[in-house]
């Protein structure tokens, strides 16, 4: 029997939708909506159930599991009366917006006894999922230097509209939080968390928010060398993204969003064999619950890069565009 999916959020909620549709295993059984107008698009092309009130979806005895969509600050909001429902929850990134409230999730979905997968896309990506593996052979050898990029360009109406983007309360910081957080993400995942943050600035240089649309933080890796992450929502090309990793063996970038190996012999590919991982974070969920498979993105993985992004935050010190701002 298939396990039942409700979506919350048909924002970026709407392409989880097609890929619930297109899972293995998986129904899409509801949606939920405050916007009218997308939530009978949604119900008319996926023929499931629509709700503009999220406490009616959680009593719909056929969803299993509730995908949480919403803005950032409001992942716990609907993750733990999701939980407390006993629903299974997935949650987009970032897991929330600070590192208390990604550990009261985690101890919601404990205390539920439901689990909690966290859609980190990119890990669910196959060739990556292959690099990972490859790094924990040892077939690249030590890490030399990591770099983390996501320079991307919004507009002030991208901020402007739904009035949470570019918050702390519910974006939980700017550029490193919402656009960066991905490729965050990916350092702690490949290169493990950082032992210290040697530098980090952060500042406001061409919007209109109270977060950040640039941050730079320099950190030592566990094994004493360098990594670096910039973030930036003012990059009008929109094509800076992924990361690239040197190692002693050989060196890895997906910067523009396809994997590119080079190994010291000139060879381009790895020979560690592609594990057989979940997809997407669906699949991660369904594998779950039906073989009793360890959670592939779980809560803690998902506390790692806000963790790390707390630390980027704590250590920077913020500027502005307009310099009779006060530095904080």
């Not at 990591?146 to 507009?155: D, G, L, M, S």
């Not at 890895?252 to 994997?259: A, P, R, V, Y």
């Amino acid at each position: 029997m298939a396990i039942g999916f409700g979506i919350v959020g048909l924002g970026m909620g709407y392409s989880r939708a097609k890929q619930v549709i297109n899972t293995e295993g998986a129904e899409l059984v509801a949606v939920c909506d405050i916007n009218e107008e997308r939530l009978k698009k949604a119900c008319e092309e996926f023929k499931c159930e629509g709700y503009s009130d999220f406490d009616r979806m959680l009593k719909n005895k056929d969803v299993d599991v509730v995908y949480v969509m919403t803005p950032s600050g409001t992942h716990l909001d609907f993750g733990k009366k999701a939980a407390e429902a006993g629903k299974h929850v997935i949650t987009t990134k970032p897991m929330e917006v600070s590192v208390q409230r990604c550990k009261e999730f985690i101890r919601v979905c404990k205390r539920s006894n439901v689990e909690i997968v966290v859609d980190f896309e990119m890990r669910y990506r196959t060739e990556l999922q292959q690099l990972k593996a490859a790094i924990e052979s040892d077939e690249l050898g030590e890490i030399i230097f990591a770099e983390a990029r996501c320079k991307w360009w919004r507009t002030q109406e991208y901020y402007n509209a739904g009035g949470w983007r570019g918050t702390w309360k519910y974006d939980g910081g700017g550029s490193a939080a919402n656009q960066g957080i991905h490729v965050i993400d990916l350092l702690v995942w490949l290169c493990g968390d950082p032992k210290n943050i040697l530098f980090s600035r952060y500042g406001v240089f061409a919007h209109d928010i109270e977060t950040e649309d640039l941050t730079l933080a320099i950190m030592e890796l566990e094994n004493g060398n360098f990594a670096s992450i910039t973030t930036t929502t003012n990059h009008h090309l929109g094509d800076d993204y992924g990361v690239a990793i040197s190692f002693e063996n050989g060196s890895i970038s997906n910067q523009t969003g396809t994997l590119k190996i080079k190994m010291k012999d000139g060879t381009e590919r790895l020979k560690t064999e592609i594990p057989d991982l979940p997809r997407n974070a669906a699949e991660d969920m369904i594998r779950t619950l039906e073989k009793k498979e360890a959670t592939y993105v779980s809560g803690y993985e998902g506390l790692r890069s806000i963790k790390l992004l707390d630390r980027i935050y704590k250590k920077g010190k913020k500027y502005y565009r307009n310099k009779s701002k006060k530095t904080a």
